[in-house]
């Protein structure tokens, strides 16, 4: 099974900032990489898919990049609404699609 | 409108049975596949099976594969997990989600608990 690794954890900003959350595979994902949202309390809602891809009705202050191993998540300017538990998802090996930990967004 | 609902969550004894249900509506099994997750509360997410837009299709998870098994009624639009031989480690929040492309899942439902203890 592929392992996905997020980093970090934890990330504290403050609103406004830009927030940079980080994904790793252990093998090469091509472009099959999407991104979760999951605010306490609430199922998973898709962000971007293909790494770069938002869904529909994601604001443009969230962006992805990268190929192959790694993989960013971007807030551009973080909003309060934006406090959740961020997860990337591999679907270019299945089954099993597999997910990293989750980095937890907190704003100060 | 999409939605899925998922029920049949409940306590149940270590080596007991449950069958969970999700009800779909706003789209059909045959345009899209469907697949049950978990989740641990506070931890992260793990998928656990689906059953293909061919009808045919069946995958599962090492971790449940001979205990659990996927079905659906395309009549009552409705997809099931029959989990039997439960442990300790099956405790967790089940959701059922659906593709938006392959293997990846834009429409989720609220989830159903499972709660495995004596």
């Known amino acids: 099974d592929i392992v996905m690794t997020q980093s970090p954890a934890t990330l504290s900003l403050s609103p406004g900032e830009r927030a940079i959350l980080s994904c790793w595979a252990s093998?090469?994902?091509?472009?099959?990489l999407a991104w979760y949202q999951q605010k306490t309390g609430q199922s998973p809602r898709l962000l971007i898919y293909g790494a770069s891809t938002r869904a529909t009705d994601v604001p443009a202050r969230f962006s992805g990049s990268g190929s192959g191993t790694d993989f960013t998540l971007t807030i551009s300017s973080l909003q309060s609404e934006d406090v959740a538990v961020y997860y990337c998802q591999q679907y270019s090996q299945w089954p099993p699609v597999t997910f990293g930990q989750g980095t937890k967004l907190e704003i100060k | 409108e999409v939605h899925l609902v998922e029920s049949g969550g409940a306590v149940v004894q270590p080596g007991g049975s449950l069958t969970l249900s999700c009800v779909i509506s706003?789209?059909?099994?045959?345009?899209?596949?469907v697949h049950w997750f978990r989740q641990i509360p506070g931890k992260g997410l793990e998928w656990v099976s689906l059953f293909s837009r061919n009808g045919v299709t069946t995958f599962y998870a090492d971790s449940v594969k001979g205990r659990f098994t996927i079905s659906r009624d395309y009549g009552r639009s409705s997809l099931y997990l029959q989990m039997d031989s439960l442990r300790s480690e099956d405790t967790a929040l089940y959701y059922c989600?659906?593709?938006?492309?392959?293997?990846?899942?834009?429409?989720w439902g609220p989830g159903t608990l499972v709660t495995v203890s004596s």
């Open positions: 706003g789209f059909s099994f045959r345009d899209y596949t």
């Open positions: 093998q090469s994902l091509g472009n099959k």
């Open positions: 989600a659906k593709e938006h492309g392959t293997m990846y899942f834009d429409y």
